[in-house]
């Protein structure tokens, strides 16, 4: 008999080698280049009934509780990203100038790098308190770990693009790495379920 839904799905370690598994062509990405992504492709394969992971029947609950700490992780990713990005943006502020004098002394720059200071310890709040429910399994952890990725990303992301206007035409070249900290953020919006997700998740915990 066959099982359909979650109950269905079963984790399996399929062996590099193994008949009827390739790989397709290396994917051409907007960011994350230095993470190789391909396609796994199964035709025919044969895994024994010693490569399963788990019991029959679990393999959706594994892969939800990967996507908790997996979540975490594109968050955490993008504070990294960010905070490189507001680095690099307050050095160029006192670098530049504009009128004869540093762009930092610029009051609407000022304010401008103040919004994306605060939305950075913000995000990395959120996050800690994420990854501590995570460690603690506590029982809004789901719900938690959708706030600190939905959040964050988002935040993260706009931290970026903020570097890159702040950079004016500089921000645009790929010689200055702030460009890349954006593209790559921007997948972080995406990956370990969209933040589309991350709402739907939050909000049915709100209302159960």
Known sequence: MFLTGPKGITCLMVEKGTSGMSFGAKEKKIGWNSHPTRAVIFE?????????????????NYA???????RINMASCSLGAAYAALERTVEHLKVRKAFNQPLANFQYLQFKVAEMATNLVASRVMVRTAAKALDESAPNTVALCSMAKLFATDACFQICNDA?????????????????????????????????????LVSRDVLS
Do not use: T
């Open 44 to 60: 025919d394969c044969a895994v024994p009934v010693a490569n399963r992971i788990g019991d029959e029947g679990q393999g959706f």
């Open 64 to 70: 939800m509780v990967a996507l908790n700490s997996g």
């Open 164 to 200: 890159i206007q702040l950079h004016g035409g500089y921000g645009c070249l790929k010689d200055y790495p702030v460009q890349q900290h954006m593209r790559d953020c921007r997948i972080h919006q995406v990956v370990e379920g969209s933040n589309e997700i991350m709402k739907l």
